[in-house]
């Protein structure tokens, strides 16, 4: 399921309402080698919002939602789909999970504060070393065999 936030449709955010639907296209058109390449539940639902900050996507592991920001270009958006799908498969396969205490995550078996202090820290947790590289990848062959073709 796909659903464009109220904010784009009605709100704030109007002029982002057809970069929003390309986004949802961009979904649609590539969910079989997404499928292909990922291990994520397929249940997954998408919102496709502005996010605050630089991130470009968030991941749910709670409701298995993945949060889009479509102010992107559409490659930078399709490689953040593709990130945050690898979380979601992170979780499916219990490579990724919670504690249940707070700030702390488990990610193959070990435990690991999530409070960090800066950018760097935050990119070299091993789940997100794992995301982006796979991503990175999953552009590459995209890229490679043709199959990249993204709306302007």
Known sequence: MITIATSIRYGNYKHLFNKAVGVERLIQKYWNDFRIKFDFDTRVKFVIRPIRGNTNGIAYDTDNRIEIDPRRDYVQILETIAHELVHSEQTKQ??????????????????????????????????????????????????HNGTLALEK
């Open 94 to 143: 219990n490579r990724l999970s919670r504690t249940g205490r707070n700030r702390e995550r488990v990610y193959h078996g070990q435990v690991y504060h999530t409070q960090v202090g800066n950018y760097t820290e935050y990119l070299n947790r091993p789940w997100e070393k794992e995301a982006r590289e796979r991503a990175a990848a999953f552009i590459q062959e995209l890229s």
